[in-house]
């Protein structure tokens, strides 16, 4: 949203002066002083007083007006009462504004019923959807980016449940089209994209926690993001990890654990220290965390641009980057110039991966890299809650791989809970006979 986008004015006159006598909290909002009383038409058409705020429409009409001084921009419910009037008061004939939970209870409700141009913002929660943007060039984008809070997505996350992509877009959108300050997770495709998929798109991918994700049958690509067709999209600021791109075929056709790019398409991945993605813990057969599909000689092709992107290794190796020669990786960083500290990576003491395969029959994989000495738990639940596995050691620094064989328990939801010294992780596996 722009200032095109709500007409909004606010009116004082003369004389700058940040010290205004009356103002809370120490003169916190600086206002032009009040230094003549007439001839400015303004004040004679709307009889304003100093900080008067105005919401006008693109025509110049009032819509409404009122007077700032008993707000403190330091306190959340005044900042949220002010922005929730912007949208209120939004111009007319500007984008509409869809608030999920207080207009639509789902993310796709909201979706189906907006129109191109127009903004979702959504309350922090988890939401239990797949969503698809359908043929609409729209903003689908956290609540929490109203500007007070500090980013954090982690808070309004969209789970999909293994039943499909999280997020598809795929109808020829361009780059108006925003997902902005979620945590995508859960997602479970046969083929592309368990996080996100872009087909003949061309969306902006803004700031999103991208994790968990699983793409792949008998072959698959980008567990993460699978980005294919004629797509031009833009990749800005997204943590990428530990998303998953495997199946049960003997073949060397898994591709792309944390972003997968067809022939055909052509994303900018970062670009600045402010747009890099954070791309790590992802697993695949080629190209764990990048890929780059070719179908020719690639002596003399053009590199997708991937500047001040972080990685585990700087530069990244032909294991987690391939073919190298298909990518710009000028500038780029290490992760732990970054001491991440979340619920899924601590890259000072450990590195967690999801499960795989999963779905499973009947052993899975629950593999984590240990970068100090600690102890480790490895406990199995049922749907009922019950304890049917544990294992407990402790264990210096490595690479460590831990199976579990489900033969002997029947088809059904299991939770693998990992605890690595004072942390505590649970990851949900799928077991089909």
Request: proline share 4%.
């Amino acid at each position: 949203m722009g200032i095109d986008d709500v007409g909004i004015i606010g009116v004082g006159k003369d004389e700058f002066n940040g010290t205004l006598d009356g103002m809370i909290n120490g003169r916190t909002i600086s206002w032009v002083e009040d230094i003549e009383d007439d001839g400015y038409p303004v004040w004679q058409d709307y009889d304003a007083v100093q900080r008067s705020t105005y919401f006008l429409d693109r025509e110049g009409n009032l819509l409404y007006q009122f007077n700032l001084t008993t707000l403190d921009p330091d306190d959340p419910e005044d900042y949220s009462f002010f922005i929730n009037m912007i949208l209120d008061y939004r111009s007319n004939n500007g984008p509409g504004v869809i608030r999920v939970k207080d207009d639509y209870v789902t993310i796709q409700a909201a979706i189906e019923n907006a129109d191109n141009g127009d903004i979702i913002l959504v309350e922090p929660g988890t939401y239990l959807e797949n969503i698809d943007f359908l043929d609409k060039n729209i903003t689908v984008a956290s609540l929490l980016f109203s500007g007070y809070e500090d980013y954090s997505p982690d808070q309004t996350i969209i789970d999909g449940d293994n039943q499909g992509s999280v997020v598809t877009i795929n109808n020829g959108q361009n780059q108006s089209t925003i997902l902005l300050g979620f945590n995508i997770q859960n997602g479970n495709s046969a083929e592309f994209g368990g996080g996100i998929l872009i087909e003949d798109s061309s969306p902006t991918i803004d700031r999103n926690i991208i994790q968990n994700n699983y793409a792949g049958s008998c072959g698959g690509a980008g567990g993460g993001i699978a980005i294919i067709g004629d797509s031009y999209p833009y990749i800005f600021g997204n943590k990428i990890s530990n998303n998953t791109t495997s199946g049960d075929c003997d073949c060397d056709c898994y591709f792309g654990g944390g972003i997968y790019v067809d022939s055909s398409s052509w994303p900018i991945l970062g670009g600045s220290v402010t747009l890099g993605n954070i791309i790590f813990g992802n697993i695949s057969d080629n190209g764990k965390q990048l890929y780059r599909d070719y179908g020719g000689d690639t002596t003399s092709w053009t590199p997708i641009y991937a500047h001040h992107n972080y990685f585990q290794f700087c530069p990244p190796d032909l294991a987690d980057v391939y073919p190298l020669n298909g990518w710009d990786l000028e500038n780029c960083h290490t992760i732990s110039e970054l001491k991440i500290n979340d619920s899924i990576l601590n890259v000072e003491e450990f590195v967690l991966y999801p499960n795989y395969p999963n779905p499973f029959n009947p052993i899975t994989n629950i593999k984590f890299d240990l970068i100090v000495s600690s102890n480790v738990s490895i406990e199995i639940f049922n749907v009922r809650g019950e304890n049917i596995y544990s294992d407990m050691s402790k264990l210096t620094p490595g690479n460590y791989l831990r199976e579990w064989n489900g033969k002997g328990f029947p088809s059904g939801i299991y939770f693998i809970n990992v605890k690595i010294g004072k942390s505590s992780f649970t990851q949900k596996a799928l077991l089909v006979k």
